[in-house]
């Protein structure tokens, strides 16, 4: 079983960007479509972001024009670029298969928008 680790979280202000990573331990194209999820407090999780094999990017109405998702199959790594970060982008960030599937939940990487 592919195990999927985040990470690049941290306190960033209003405005400002980040970059996650998540690192796969075996080949992600077997896994074949991914995303990241956040999850901020008292919420449910939520779909941010998916991108098929081929490069095809998806993103939640609330992210789009500011996060990137990308993917480097060789590297077995996806990546959540985050520009203009905002109040509301609090959350854990968790990377896994789009749609999701449950046993490949990571641990996540927190990322808090504050001044």
């Known amino acids: 079983q592919v195990q999927l680790v985040e990470s690049g979280g941290g306190l960033v202000q209003p405005g400002g960007s980040l970059r996650l990573s998540c690192a796969a331990s075996?080949?992600?194209?077997?896994?074949?479509?991914m995303g990241w999820y956040r999850q901020a407090p008292g919420k449910e999780r939520e779909w941010v972001a998916g991108i098929f094999s081929i490069g095809t990017t998806y993103y939640a109405n609330s992210v789009k024009g500011r996060f990137t998702i990308s993917r480097d199959n060789a590297k077995n790594m996806l990546y959540l670029q985050m520009n203009g970060l905002k109040y509301e982008d609090t959350a854990v960030y968790y990377c896994n298969k789009w749609p999701q599937s449950p046993p490949l939940w990571g641990q996540g990487t927190q990322v808090t928008v504050s001044s």
């Open positions: 075996g080949s992600i194209q077997s896994i074949g479509s």
